[in-house]
């Protein structure tokens, strides 16, 4: 586990990958966003994508997947603090994704010492390098001694 100190300002780190199936698009939208260009072929070749697409809460949700997965590079993050998150182009059946999160900044927290607060971007690409999802986001990171100074 990464804590505030492992972090580099300027840094990017490559998270992870996943494969997206159009069952998996049909199954995730059935259940959280059913509009006809998510789950069925025929309403999708009519829309403005002209084809199933995911949908961004499930785009979204592979981001957390692939997070989750990144044992080795996981934070030990306490809160989310805040996010704004684009989705520039749409996810296609069998897109392979893969993530990428740069540090922006980072400081140490004023009213909770055992804290660090990060703000960064993390982007998901496609395999022509297209972006899909842009996450700038602010989080809490366990420092690993808050009596410490830090850069």
Not at 76 to 88: R, S
Request: charged share 25%.
């Amino acid at each position: 586990m990464r804590y505030f100190e492992d972090i580099e300002v300027g840094r990017t780190l490559e998270i992870g990958s996943h494969v997206v199936s159009k069952e998996e698009i049909v199954r995730f939208a059935s259940e959280w966003d059913p509009q006809p260009f998510h789950i069925d072929e025929a309403a999708a070749k009519d829309s403005v994508f002209g084809e199933l697409t995911a949908s961004s809460c499930h785009t979204y949700s592979i981001s957390s997947l692939i997070f989750s997965r990144a044992a080795a590079l996981k934070s030990k993050t306490a809160a989310m603090l805040g996010m704004k998150v684009n989705f520039p182009a749409p996810v296609r059946p069998d897109d392979e994704l893969t993530m990428f999160e740069t540090c922006l900044d980072k400081r140490p927290s004023r009213s909770r010492p055992r804290y660090g607060i990060v703000k960064s971007r993390a982007t998901m690409v496609n395999r022509a390098g297209q972006e899909v999802m842009v996450l700038q986001s602010s989080f809490m990171v366990e420092r690993r001694d808050p009596t410490a100074s830090t850069d």
